[in-house]
């Protein structure tokens, strides 16, 4: 899951200092360890937004 850090903390596991605005890929598990703490919560899960696709009217070659 990508979630995108909303509070600067240093990650226990790997010594990593995660500032505010980043984006990170984690597991579930670890986003519940993360923001399970009693200092709040540090990352918030980024939605998957589908792209908006725009259908394009194709040119047809035309026979002269």
């Not at 226990?12 to 980043?22: A, P, R």
Request: aromatic share 6%.
């Amino acid at each position: 899951m990508k979630v995108k850090v909303i509070k600067t903390y240093k990650d226990k596991h790997t010594n990593d200092l995660h500032k505010i605005n980043e984006i990170l890929t984690i597991t579930d598990k670890r986003f519940e360890e993360i923001n399970s703490t009693s200092f709040g919560v540090f990352v918030e899960e980024i939605k998957d937004e589908k792209p908006i696709v725009k259908k394009v009217a194709s040119k047809k070659a035309t026979k002269k």
